[in-house]
């Protein structure tokens, strides 16, 4: 009664008895446990070493205590499988973790059952962690099963393996024939340009022999010709010779006569230059005998204008002349002593009519400036004052150009009159205005008009 009550209570345990564990212990794998089945009760023994005290570990194991799992799986398998092998108490520990997991896979174990729905690899595992009778058979037949799934894999996989093979083959023999086929049109299509390279080759070496006769034909002609003319060019550089002479002997004439000329124009400057010197020691003792002064003004500085300060003229009606050769103001102001009056807004409204007053009297008296200096001429330009509302300051006029505005009251064609009244008769006036009235009243009264064109063609063209 005893001895049934302690079976029972091992029983209740999770243990075997001892006279029920013998046999089991006694049992022995006759070859190593399937890779699979291995790798399932390492990773079990790998779950329960957290839960185990380090009394109940074996000395080998307590270093992976502080692994993680799956550190320890993979650091500690060997030693972990060792210790389950020959540490029987360590092998029960994991056994009753087992129990107490997996109750119903141990319950089946024990009486001899397997579930048909478990995984056969647990199945071995727990057989061989648990060790019920004939646990050995169950782990050889799991093994003989895996060996048996895992060839079969290995036969599928070998089957698409060979299969894939066979189609990469069929494939590099379809892609071998296409390589060969277009090799062989290649290869065909190389010899046909070989032929014609072959073909060209041959024209282009008769075409060179033909050319070669050709030219030794023409080099033949050409030394004959030579031998021919080589009398003729000997006749040619004689008479090239003597053309020579001949220049030569023209070319000493010719200064000859030259120098004649000049000695005999040297008498005419030598008495037309005394001559001119009689007619201004007369003209110097006539001044003197008069006692007139000193030249220090000129007579359009007596016409009463007004002076710029500055000014905001009108327009000026443009009413034309047709302008003319600029050759013919250049031969104008060679004229001694002459006197040349410009009608200014008249010509900057016919030349630069978009741009502001101020700055078509700037242009304007910039370009008579530069013509003062160039010619030596007096030079005044004459803009329209009548209605003008005050002074505007205006920069200093350019040397030798004199600025006027007319009064309050009188037009600038009325101002041109009364400067071209104000010269003595005999003096050279010219005027520049496209006015008709003003080139009419000016002409009347001796000066010469001139097209305000004429002018800005000069002020465009001088060097």
């Given at each position: 009664m005893v001895e049934q009550e302690r079976s029972d209570t091992a029983t209740a345990a999770g243990t075997v008895p001892e006279a029920d564990a013998a046999p089991a212990a006694r049992e022995q794998l006759e070859r190593p446990l399937p890779e699979g089945v291995r790798r399932r009760v390492v990773g079990i023994a790998a779950d329960a070493l957290s839960g185990l005290g380090p009394t109940e570990l074996p000395a080998r194991l307590r270093p992976y205590v502080k692994f993680t799992r799956d550190a320890r799986v993979k650091r500690g398998a060997t030693a972990i499988a060792a210790a389950l092998e020959t540490e029987t108490a360590f092998r029960l520990k994991v056994a009753e973790r087992?129990?107490?997991?997996?109750?119903?896979?141990?319950?089946?174990?024990?009486?001899?059952?397997?579930?048909?729905?478990?995984?056969?690899?647990?199945?071995?595992?727990?057989?061989?962690?648990?060790?019920?009778?004939?646990?050995?058979?169950?782990v050889e037949e799991v093994g003989e099963e895996v060996e048996r799934a895992?060839?079969?894999?290995?036969?599928?996989?070998?089957?698409?393996?060979?299969?894939?093979?066979?189609?990469?083959?069929s494939a590099l023999r379809a892609s071998s024939r296409a390589d060969a086929e277009r090799a062989r049109a290649e290869l065909e299509e190389a010899r046909h340009e070989r032929d014609q390279a072959q073909r060209r080759l041959r024209s282009l070496e008769a075409d060179t022999k033909r050319a070669e006769a050709a030219a030794r034909k023409a080099r033949a002609e050409l030394d004959a010709q030579s031998a021919a003319a080589a009398p003729g060019r000997a006749a040619a550089d004689a008479e090239l010779r003597r053309l020579r002479h001949r220049v030569t002997e023209l070319e000493s004439a010719l200064e000859a006569s030259r120098r004649?000329?000049?000695?005999?124009?040297s008498a005419e400057d030598m008495r037309l230059r005394l001559l001119l010197d009689v007619v201004v020691q007369g003209a110097q003792g006539l001044q003197r005998e008069l006692g007139l002064p000193p030249l220090t003004s000129r007579p359009a500085d007596a016409v009463d204008a007004v002076t710029p300060s500055a000014a905001s003229p009108h327009d000026v009606a443009r009413r034309g002349l047709e302008?003319?050769?600029?050759?013919?103001?250049?031969?104008?102001?060679q004229l001694p002593q002459v006197?040349?009056?410009?009608?200014?807004?008249?010509?900057?409204?016919?030349?630069?009519p978009t741009l502001p007053l101020d700055k078509q009297?700037?242009?304007?008296?910039?370009?008579?400036?530069?013509?003062?200096?160039?010619?030596?001429?007096?030079?005044?330009?004459?803009?329209?004052?009548?209605?003008?509302?005050g002074p505007i300051p205006m920069a200093p006029p350019p040397?030798?150009?004199r600025v006027l505005f007319s009064r309050s009251g009188e037009t600038a064609d009325e101002l041109i009159r009364r400067l071209v009244r104000a010269e003595p008769e005999g003096r050279p006036v010219v005027v520049v205005s496209t006015d008709r009235e003003v080139a009419d009243g000016v002409k009347a009264a001796g000066a010469r008009p001139l097209p305000s064109t004429m002018l800005l063609r000069q002020l465009v063209t001088r060097p």
């Open positions: 087992v129990r107490l997991g997996q109750p119903d896979l141990a319950e089946a174990l024990d009486h001899g059952a397997v579930p048909a729905a478990a995984d056969p690899q647990d199945v071995a595992a727990a057989a061989y962690l648990l060790r019920p009778a004939g646990w050995t058979r169950l895992e060839h079969e894999s290995q036969a599928a996989e070998n089957a698409r393996l060979l299969e894939k093979a066979q189609a990469e083959l004649a000329a000049r000695e005999g124009r302008g003319d050769d600029p050759a013919l103001l250049r031969q104008l102001l006197h040349l009056v410009v009608d200014g807004y008249n010509v900057t409204k016919t030349g630069w009297r700037a242009q304007l008296l910039r370009g008579l400036g530069m013509l003062a200096a160039q010619s030596g001429a007096e030079v005044t330009c004459v803009f329209d004052g009548q209605d003008l509302d040397r030798g150009v």
